[in-house]
């Protein structure tokens, strides 16, 4: 037996085909940088994770997330609730430093 993996059309989460039963989507939120008008539906088991995917689709084009600055998510489960207040979430990102190490043989030394 082969294990497939085939990604949700909706919510793009990659699924594998040993799982049992179907998938479900998480709940839908719909995340806006503060005071925005336009809403983006984010699949996420809370708020809270909706904001960061929210963010790390925001941060995609030139990182300024990720070089030290915030952005101010607003996230709500129904738009057409106008009693729903939004939950606002201050996004910041990181980035982990990876050092690596290659060998250097000494054929490779006596070439320089
Ligand atoms: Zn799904």
């Known amino acids: 037996m082969t294990m497939t993996m085939s990604q949700c059309p909706i919510c793009k989460k990659w699924v594998f085909s040993l799982h049992r039963g179907p998938h479900v989507c998480p709940p839908k939120w719909f995340c806006q940088e503060a005071g925005g008008l336009s809403d983006t ?23 300024p997330l990720l070089q030290g600055e915030t952005v101010e998510i607003w996230v709500c489960e129904d738009p057409t609730d106008e009693a729903e207040p939004f939950v606002k979430f201050c996004c910041s990102g990181d980035t982990i430093p990876t050092y690596y190490a290659r060998e250097i043989k000494p054929a490779e030394e006596d070439k320089s």
């Open 41 to 63: 539906v984010m699949y996420a088991h809370n708020a809270e994770t909706a904001a960061i995917k929210y963010a790390e689709q925001w941060d995609a084009d030139d990182h």
